[in-house]
């Protein structure tokens, strides 16, 4: 199974209109009716979150850390002055849209899981530069495979230095779709020059790491897990996750500014995210210098973030005790 959309039977849809949200509502359809005025078509009022419902093998189906997502979808809409949806009418409607959609959860041991997308975007019509009056809240499901087609398999990066994702004090930090969109021509560039993913640095002096493509990056040296701290990179809360389960495992947690010159030191580097939990990367190339980094030589990933990924998965998919109580369980 690709990481694409299918069809599933059901979304759902909640409305901002006169001050107050409306009721949950469930649609079969997987169209939206929309005005062609509405600010996320003109003013980029949009925001989204990434998620994932796993069968498990105690046959219960679980969604990892979903009030994490909920709340960085709250820091989205404030960020581009939309109105934000409240914790419980996001976990009213991922309850009702995974229960509507079960037959769509791959089964356990396959690997794949159930993508859940919420969305929020400005629907009322405005002509001016200005907020929206009247907002959409929807979920839609769909079952995924791994985001790359290697799987937990090491891939390549390429570094840019030519295109921005996002600048400081821009719109780096919330889940809009203005910053994929930004780095579309970079990322469809490395994939047709022979890589994986764009790593892009950052926009004010191009000499720190910044995101890995849609996914943030992080480094293994010796008895330390690092991550760049950037007033440009999305919060990721894979990576919240791995920095926690860093430090139960004894490793020291850095978060701070990654030059590009450190790559020549670190033992293991890779991306990590919803979509693809992590990805190792075998080789890093500098598309101006041509400077290359290359790692897991062996072909495999590298031992602490092949720990770090077998442990997230086990406690996605209940294999292992939730001791952080990120699991929420879907009753029937």
């Known amino acids: 199974m690709s990481f694409g959309y299918q069809k599933t039977d059901y979304n759902v849809r909640c409305y901002w209109r006169n001050g107050k949200w409306g009721k949950v509502e469930v649609s079969s359809s997987e169209s939206i009716n929309i005005h062609m005025a509405a600010t996320c078509l003109h003013y980029g009022q949009e925001a989204f979150e990434g998620m994932k419902a796993f069968c498990c093998k105690d046959g219960k189906i679980r969604v990892f850390r979903w009030e994490e997502n909920a709340k960085r979808l709250q820091r989205s809409a404030a960020g581009i002055m939309m109105q934000a949806v409240p914790l419980e009418l996001f976990k009213e409607a991922l309850e009702k849209v995974i229960k509507l959609n079960t037959a769509y959860i791959p089964p356990y041991g396959t690997g794949s899981s159930l993508y859940i997308r919420p969305l929020l975007i400005g629907s009322g019509a405005k002509v001016g530069v200005q907020p929206s009056d009247e907002y959409l809240f929807m979920i839609f499901v769909t079952p995924v495979g791994p985001y ?30 203005g910053n994929y969109a930004a780095s579309l021509i970079a990322g469809q560039r490395a994939h047709d020059e022979g890589y994986s993913t764009a790593l892009f640095l950052d926009a004010k002096e191009k000499k720190y790491i910044d995101e890995a493509g849609p996914a943030n990056f992080f480094a293994i040296k010796g008895n330390k897990y690092i991550t760049p701290k950037s007033a440009s990179i999305l919060p990721s809360i894979t990576n919240m996750s791995l920095r926690t389960l860093a430090e139960d495992m004894g490793l020291v947690v850095e978060q701070r500014p990654v030059a590009v010159e450190e790559l020549s030191d670190f033992d293991e580097v890779g991306a990590c995210g919803t979509a693809a939990v992590i990805s190792p990367l075998k080789k890093i190339q500098d598309r101006d210098t041509g400077k290359v980094y290359e790692y897991c030589k062996d072909g495999n990933a590298g031992p602490v973030s092949t720990k770090l990924y077998n442990r997230l998965r086990a406690i996605q998919y209940g294999e292992e005790p939730d001791k952080f109580g990120w699991n929420l369980v879907i009753e029937e």
């Not at 937990?152 to 821009?170: H, S």
């Open 148 to 177: 790359f087609k290697e799987g937990f398999k090491p891939v390549t990066a390429q570094i840019i230095r030519d295109y921005d994702r996002a600048a400081p004090l821009g719109t780096g930090t919330i889940k809009v779709g």
